[in-house]
């Protein structure tokens, strides 16, 4: 449960804008994973800790100003997720990273990241990574190449995020589509 438990603040410090907090906690709670062998345990939420926490240390690292750092970040959460071989945990990954490579300005690698994380979703039925996924690929998509449509998609999946309670990173996608 401690090691949810930072894997929970890495999300809350990164929300709050205080990098080097979240940066530490997510080395804090990795230490504990690698410590007490936390692959092997069950959490009381669909996704491995260390997932959870790998997924945000690119983008942490990014806006640190790190771009080495963030790649490999990138490198280490995709070799993890593949280690533990669950699709949920991937789908979690692609979305995030699509991400971070949306903030960077990278877009077609944006798209490439969210449609990994639409594939395994659609597959499984992961409605959250589905609609991240969807929402960041037509942010990509209009990045590319500007679409009124592809506006319209993203603002109606921001809706649906919105009248299910999930309206946490609405500023980061209302940034994007603007």
């Excluded at 190449?145 to 319209?152: D, I, K, N, R, T």
């Excluded at 993203?154 to 990173?169: H, M, R, Y």
Aim: with cysteine; charged share 15%; proline share 2%.
């Amino acid at each position: 449960f401690t090691i949810d438990a930072l894997s929970v603040r890495c999300y809350t410090t990164l929300y709050f804008g205080r990098l080097e907090d979240c940066q530490a906690t997510i080395e804090q709670c990795l230490a504990m994973y690698r410590e007490h062998h936390g692959e092997t345990l069950t959490y009381p939420v669909p996704q491995d800790a260390a997932t959870a926490a790998l997924a945000l240390l690119p983008t942490v690292r990014w806006l640190l100003g790190d771009s080495t750092g963030s790649e490999a970040a990138i490198v280490e959460g995709l070799a993890h997720v593949e280690r533990l071989g669950r699709d949920f945990d991937r789908a979690l990954m692609y979305a995030w990273i699509a991400g971070v490579r949306y903030t960077q300005r990278r877009y077609a690698e944006a798209a490439e990241h969210a449609m990994k994380a639409v594939a395994i979703s659609t597959q499984h039925g992961y409605r959250e990574w589905l609609g991240t996924g969807t929402l960041l690929l037509l942010m990509a998509q209009c990045a590319q190449a500007p679409s009124l449509e592809a506006v319209q998609q993203a603002t109606a999946v921001c809706q649906a995020f919105a009248s299910e309670g999930v309206g946490l990173n609405a500023s980061y996608y209302l940034w994007g589509l603007a």
